[in-house]
């Protein structure tokens, strides 16, 4: 546990330093349509880099380095994949759907709070679902566990500023898989952890043709060219 704390304790201090910093000025981003340039295409795809702590049950924490590729329909369900290697181990990827339901919801009940920091953190919030394989890597018996995650992004560059905003996503995920399945990991072992990590994300739009996007001045984010520093 001593080692989890060592691990984690320098993301979460730059975590909370980054939020404070970006929001305190959300005063000065706001959007009429609480949209922020999200209708600017039909797909919303992301790419990060980050890193966390893995705790398997029984044993101590080691360190894991992850790379995230997200593309949502709509900002709204998509598919995730992300590979990830740990510290002197095996490693692992992962083929989830990412949910984020707020979006659309608040969106349709007209609950956005013209605030972009505010909403694109809470329309940010998700749940992925879907398995990893593990152990990958020589002389390792890999098999499939289930995994589910739950993450919000932090704003730190809006839509605009840089590509289609910067984020930093705080995430944690926990993997399972029973003893004796067949399809397991390590020859049908027992699995479960929880790992927790940050990623730092930036977003770009696309328009693959799959909506009829709206398009025009209401449809495109105010916020601009706008920064949070």
Do not use: K
Request: hydrophobic share 50%; with cysteine; aromatic share 8%.
């Amino acid at each position: 546990m001593l080692r989890a704390v060592r691990v984690l304790a320098p993301c979460l201090f730059l975590c909370a330093a980054l939020a404070a910093t970006a929001r305190s000025s959300t005063a000065y981003a706001d959007d009429r349509d609480g949209l922020y340039g999200r209708f600017d295409g039909d797909l919303t795809l992301s790419a990060g880099l980050g890193g966390g702590a893995a705790l398997p049950t029984g044993t101590d924490a080691q360190g894991t380095a992850v790379l995230e590729l997200r593309a949502r329909y709509l900002d709204t369900a998509g598919l995730l994949v992300m590979p990830e290697w740990r510290v002197g181990e095996f490693g692992a990827v992962t083929f989830a759907l990412d949910l984020r339901p707020l979006f659309p919801a608040r969106f349709l009940l007209n609950h956005a709070v013209r605030r972009a920091w505010i909403d694109l953190l809470i329309d940010s919030i998700g749940v992925d679902a879907g398995v990893a394989i593990l152990p990958l890597g020589e002389g390792h018996d890999a098999g499939a566990a289930l995994s589910i995650g739950f993450g919000a992004d932090v704003p730190l560059l809006l839509p605009g500023t840089f590509a289609h905003g910067l984020f930093l996503r705080l995430w944690a995920r926990h993997l399972s898989s029973t003893a004796g399945a067949a399809s397991g990991p390590g020859g049908g072992a027992h699995l479960g952890e929880w790992t927790l990590g940050a990623t730092l994300t930036a977003r770009f739009t696309a328009n693959a043709g799959l909506a009829a996007v709206p398009r025009g001045p209401r449809a495109r984010s105010t916020v601009g060219r706008r920064r949070f520093f």
